[in-house]
């Protein structure tokens, strides 16, 4: 009797100490969405206003490049060279930040995963009404954090390739000697002036990503709210 006793006692317990590693998670996880919103938002102002910028000095380039002022292009392609390794450091921020999300998607997989065995195996020894929705549960959350995952694969392999193909451009540009006499010519012009729009379309398209993010965090934010209230049910 003794013996049944302690064993009921230590499942008890360590029953109560999932729930507890549960809520812990979930709320660390609403934590950490609430800081990424804050931060895209940030970030998305400061995008929105630099691309702007950007796009003026492309304007600025070709009409120093018509009137063959070499002196305002030498300054233009100045601004534009530091505008260009500025985005690429801050894209291979972004990559680092990608990873980090793909790392911590991964790893709350992993506790989705192992929280769905723990249901399951409380389902087969009592199949209880309680039993029954806390697996419901726990398959869906794993189902949102596979989603999760593979959304965070996607972005990261969709920076990696705007970032290199920025590298490519600043290259481009930078071996583009505004200080030969003989610069002049519509094809040049046509030819640079359509690297610096390509380099602003992978500007625009790290907003859209970072929009796209947002979205996606205010979307676990409200999944947030309902795993909460699904522990304190529990």
Same mark, same amino acid.
């Given at each position: 009797?003794? *013996?049944?006793?302690?064993?009921? %006692?230590?499942?008890?317990? %360590?029953? +109560?100490?999932?729930?507890?590693?549960? +809520?812990?998670?979930?709320?660390?996880? $609403?934590?950490? @969405?609430?800081?990424? /919103?804050? *931060?895209?938002?940030?970030?998305? +102002?400061? =995008?929105?206003?630099?691309l702007k910028a950007f796009k003026e000095k492309i304007i600025a380039f070709e009409d120093a490049f018509i009137d063959h002022d070499r002196?305002?292009?030498?300054?233009?392609?100045?601004?534009?060279?530091? =505008?260009?390794?500025?985005?690429?450091?801050?894209?291979?921020?972004?990559?680092?930040?990608?990873? !980090?999300?793909?790392?911590?998607?991964?790893?709350?997989?992993?506790?989705?995963?192992?929280?769905? !065995?723990?249901?399951?195996? =409380?389902?087969?020894? @009592?199949?209880? /009404?309680?039993n029954r929705r806390e697996v419901r549960d726990d398959r869906r959350d794993k189902r949102d954090d596979v989603r999760d995952k593979n =959304?965070?694969?996607?972005?990261?392999? $969709?920076?990696?390739?705007?970032?290199?193909?920025?590298?490519?451009?600043?290259?481009?540009?930078? $071996? %583009? @000697?505004?200080?030969?006499?003989?610069?002049?010519?519509?094809?040049?012009? /046509? *030819?640079? *002036?359509?690297?610096?729009?390509e380099f602003s379309k992978t500007m625009e398209a790290d907003i859209r990503a970072t929009k796209i993010e947002l979205k996606e965090d205010?979307?676990?934010?409200?999944?947030?709210?309902?795993?909460?209230?699904?522990?304190? !049910?529990?």
């Amino acid at each position: 009797m003794k *013996t049944l006793q302690i064993t009921l %006692f230590s499942v008890f317990a %360590f029953t +109560v100490s999932l729930a507890n590693a549960q +809520v812990a998670r979930n709320t660390k996880e $609403a934590i950490d @969405n609430k800081i990424a /919103i804050k *931060t895209g938002k940030n970030q998305l +102002v400061k =995008d929105q206003i630099q691309l702007k910028a950007f796009k003026e000095k492309i304007i600025a380039f070709e009409d120093a490049f018509i009137d063959h002022d070499r002196k305002r292009l030498k300054t233009i392609k100045k601004d534009i060279l530091s =505008d260009m390794k500025r985005e690429i450091a801050e894209s291979k921020r972004k990559i680092k930040q990608d990873e !980090r999300e793909l790392r911590q998607s991964k790893a709350e997989l992993r506790s989705s995963r192992k929280e769905l !065995r723990n249901s399951q195996r =409380d389902k087969y020894y @009592n199949n209880s /009404i309680r039993n029954r929705r806390e697996v419901r549960d726990d398959r869906r959350d794993k189902r949102d954090d596979v989603r999760d995952k593979n =959304d965070d694969i996607r972005d990261l392999k $969709a920076q990696i390739a705007r970032t290199e193909r920025q590298e490519e451009i600043l290259k481009k540009i930078k $071996a %583009f @000697n505004v200080s030969n006499k003989k610069v002049s010519g519509k094809r040049k012009l /046509i *030819t640079n *002036t359509k690297l610096l729009q390509e380099f602003s379309k992978t500007m625009e398209a790290d907003i859209r990503a970072t929009k796209i993010e947002l979205k996606e965090d205010r979307k676990e934010v409200i999944e947030d709210i309902r795993e909460r209230r699904e522990d304190k !049910r529990s």
